[in-house]
């Protein structure tokens, strides 16, 4: 809140030479959130392309719920059939 001060001493002696000072999170804005949020649905629709296409290259033909399956067991973040649906069909 603008009110911390901090001090250095500079007669501090220590035999280890690191001191970590835990620094203040910073709170993110709504609209921050909001494009951070939309840069990590970007990056993961790519990720469940690329499992798409490792999966189909492995298996040659595979049914559409076996596909789904198997995309649900590599990808490792949450997400929901819609939206591979969407990145499934054209």
Same mark, same amino acid.
């Given at each position: 809140d603008g009110s911390d001060r901090f001090f250095l001493d500079a007669s501090f @002696?220590?035999?280890l030479f690191r /001191? +970590? /000072?835990n620094s203040i999170q910073t709170r993110e804005s709504e609209a921050e959130n909001e494009q951070t949020?939309?840069?990590? !649905?970007?990056d993961r629709q790519?990720? /469940? $392309?690329?499992?798409i296409v490792r999966?189909? +290259?492995a298996? @040659?033909?595979l049914s559409h719920s076996l596909l789904m399956s198997e995309l649900f067991?590599?990808? @490792? !973040? =949450?997400? +929901?059939? =819609? $939206?591979l649906k969407k990145r /499934?069909? =054209?």
């Open positions: @002696k220590h035999p /001191i +970590k /000072i949020s939309e840069r990590v !649905f970007q790519y990720q /469940i $392309d690329a499992a999966v189909m +290259k298996r @040659k033909t067991q590599q990808l @490792k !973040f =949450p997400l +929901k059939p =819609p $939206d /499934i069909e =054209p």
